[in-house]
């Protein structure tokens, strides 16, 4: 996924806007390289790669003792 840099945004916030979670920021960094050469401020309108976001884990069906 192809997302673009808006305007103060740094790469730890444009990865939770559009993944919900920063544990995929070592991804990003492989996808993009040379990306950190940019500062702690993207450009407005960069070109950012996202890895695909994981599926979502099943959730259990919990069974209490007093149900």
Known sequence: MIVRA???DTLDLLIWRYLGSTTGI???LDLNPGITSLGAFLPMGKAITLPDRAPAAPTVQMINLWD
Do not use: C, K
Request: no cysteine; net charge neutral; proline share 0%.
């Open 6 to 8: 808006q305007q103060n």
């Open 26 to 28: 070592a991804a990003v």
